[in-house]
Each structure stands twice: as structure tokens, then as C-alpha cells.
């Protein structure tokens, strides 16, 4: 399983990364190696519901930016095994204002991509709601809140948002802890026009 630690070391996403990345499918399986760990282009293929021949020149194209290696102490037949090279990406803003219309188109179908994952997280977690117990339906959350901010403000209120969550890393159980579960945290903070 990915040490949860390892997101404080993203990988910084430039404009030739952005574009090897921002595709559904190749996010899916980055998504799915970071969440579940090694995996081979079958195992995959099966989990999302795709070709294994898609998997297969998906997985190589994220190999090839960097995003995945080999996990060559897994297998032990023919078939490759894939791990996260990284624990996460971090998205630069200013690709929203590259020169080059490629790379903001990238930029506009990463975020809009980043958007679906977080979608079908929670509606994922709401259709097996009943599956879990009764702890853990205490201890979701589903808010929303609407505060007046300046830019800069905003700026803070993420920042401190981060902070607070990444100071949870330390307080992180054993992996064998019985009633630990690796849990989701979505933040969304922008604008909206009242009028």
C-alpha cells in the first residue's frame, strides 16, 4: 500500500508532463496504482472496466512521463507490474496561461478530470454507504459552506486547510490497526456570482 507520506512530495506537473498525463484513463490508472498499489495492466484493465490492451499503452505513456515505474519484486510470471513513482501530482497554476493552446487545453481537461475523480469518490462511498459501519457514518462529512473573501484570503484559508490535514499524516495508525481505513479528503474552494 503507498505511504500516505509520500503526498508531501508531489510530483510538480509541467507542460510536457500535464500533457502526458491529462487523459481520463491514464489518471484513472494513476489513481487507481496510488490508491491500491502495484498492479499489472490485467488486473487493471479489470478494476476500470477497460481492454488490457489499453491499459497496456496507458500504463507505458505515464511510464514514459515518469509518472509510474516498474514493480519488479511482484511479479514472477510475464506479466509487468506498475507502481506509482509519486505519491501525488501538484497542478501549477500558470499552465492555465501557457503560450501554447495545447498545453492550456491539457490544463482545462487535468482539472476538469481532477473534478469527475473527486464526483465519483463520493458517489462511490454514498452507494456503499450501508456497507460500512456504523463509526464510519459518524465520522463523514458532507458540507458545504459559504464565506466572503478577498484572493488573498482564500489563498490562507487553503493554506491553512492543507496544514491542518497534513498534520494528520503524524497521527496516522499502524497499517494493521483493525479500525483504520484509508480515507479521502476533497477540499473545493472557489468563486461564485451571486447575481
Given amino acids: 500500500m503507498p505511504d500516505p507520506a509520500d503526498e508531501l512530495n508531489p510530483r510538480v506537473l509541467d507542460a510536457r508532463s500535464l500533457r502526458g498525463l491529462a487523459h481520463p484513463l491514464r489518471m484513472a490508472l494513476l489513481n487507481a496504482l496510488r490508491r491500491g498499489g502495484p498492479a499489472t495492466a490485467s488486473q487493471l484493465a479489470a478494476a476500470l472496466g477497460e481492454s488490457s490492451g489499453a491499459t497496456s499503452y496507458h ?32 497542478f501549477d497554476d500558470s499552465l492555465h496561461h501557457h503560450p501554447d493552446p495545447a498545453v492550456r487545453g491539457a490544463a482545462d481537461l487535468f482539472i476538469h478530470e481532477v473534478a469527475n475523480i473527486h464526483t465519483q469518490e463520493v458517489a462511490t462511498y454514498l452507494g456503499t454507504a450501508h456497507d460500512w459501519p456504523d463509526a464510519w457514518h459518524r465520522s463523514t462529512d458532507l458540507s458545504d459552506m459559504t464565506l466572503r473573501l ?14 491542518l490535514v497534513d498534520s494528520y499524516r503524524a497521527l496516522a495508525p499502524a497499517e ?15 468563486p461564485v456570482r451571486t447575481a
Fill in 150 to 163: 478577498t484572493p488573498e484570503l482564500a489563498v490562507e484559508l487553503i493554506s491553512k486547510m492543507h496544514e
Fill in 176 to 190: 494493521d490497526a483493525p479500525d483504520a481505513e484509508q480515507v479521502r479528503v476533497h477540499t473545493h474552494l472557489f
Fill in 59 to 90: 500504463l507505458r505513456q505515464l511510464a514514459e512521463y515518469g509518472f509510474i515505474e516498474d514493480a519488479p519484486e511482484h511479479g514472477k510470471g510475464r506479466e509487468r507490474w506498475w507502481r506509482s513513482a509519486h505519491g501525488s501530482v501538484q
